[in-house]
């Protein structure tokens, strides 16, 4: 199989997850299997395919897609899984990343408002889809089943930004402080699953990392409760094309 080695990041009895990075922004995707039905879908596919060799190697039908987001480095793959998925295939999207000019092709749009959740299905499992707007305006978040898939909302050691086209900083911190909130009621050994891996203080590049390491370590969810804190972090925003075009077409 051409490309990187999709490996398991997180097993057990009900729920099997393969992560892979893949493309030239490093993305990070998600494949998430039922092993009592050996159904599955895959988070933001970059190269569908490349999933659907890994879902056929592996003995399972890839069923659908969930975007965290409409940013291109995780919708590059949608068109073409919708061809190899066929009828039934499912891609779900917030609605609201329409208002950042997302027009492309979905079967479904969550409508939910900010940290609310809708429940999504994969087979027998069930996951919560949170709306956690702030990266982009109808970014979401998948929890469930030991897993929190975060996208760009979260990253291991700090957060996404918050200044291209639709981004909101407030947004962002109030997704963060709600998300905060949800991941401190869960296990701490559940498994955080970024949009993309960067380094962190200690100089290493983890592609995932213990809920309870990210609780504890991560910058951004560090400066939540601090005006002067959040205004300060390096990371909300940049001095870059893609800054530039952001304020251009907003």
């Known amino acids: 199989m051409a490309g990187p080695t999709a490996t398991v990041v997180h097993s057990t009895p009900v729920c099997e997850v393969l992560q892979a990075q893949l493309g030239e922004w ?31 190697s592996r003995g399972v039908r890839l069923v659908g897609a969930w975007l965290t987001h409409s940013h291109w480095d995780h919708t590059k793959g949608v068109e073409k899984a919708l061809e190899h998925g066929g ?19 979905h079967t479904r749009t969550i409508d939910a408002p900010p940290n609310v959740a809708t429940a999504l299905h994969v087979g027998e499992l069930s996951f919560e889809a949170v709306c956690t707007p702030g990266h982009t305006p109808g970014h979401l978040t998948f929890l469930g089943h030991g897993i929190v898939v975060s996208g760009d909302c979260l990253f291991l050691g700090r957060c996404g930004r918050a200044d291209l086209h639709g981004g909101d900083p407030e947004a962002l911190r109030s997704s963060l402080m709600h998300l905060r909130e949800r991941m401190q009621a869960l296990p701490s050994d559940w498994t955080v699953l970024p949009g993309h891996a960067y380094v962190l203080a200690d100089g290493s590049t983890p592609h995932h990392l213990s809920l309870g390491d990210v609780l504890r370590n991560n910058e951004a969810m560090a400066a939540l409760d601090s005006d002067e804190a959040w205004a300060a972090l390096p990371f909300l925003s940049f001095d870059d094309a893609l800054a530039r075009r952001a304020r251009t077409q907003s």
């Open 26 to 56: 490093d993305n990070l995707n998600h494949l998430i299997v039922c092993t009592a039905t050996k159904q599955a879908v895959v988070i933001d596919p970059f190269d569908a395919d490349y999933w659907f060799e890994v879902a056929e």
């Open 87 to 105: 009828e039934g295939f499912e891609v779900v999207v917030h609605e609201a990343e329409k208002e950042r000019g997302w027009n492309g092709p």
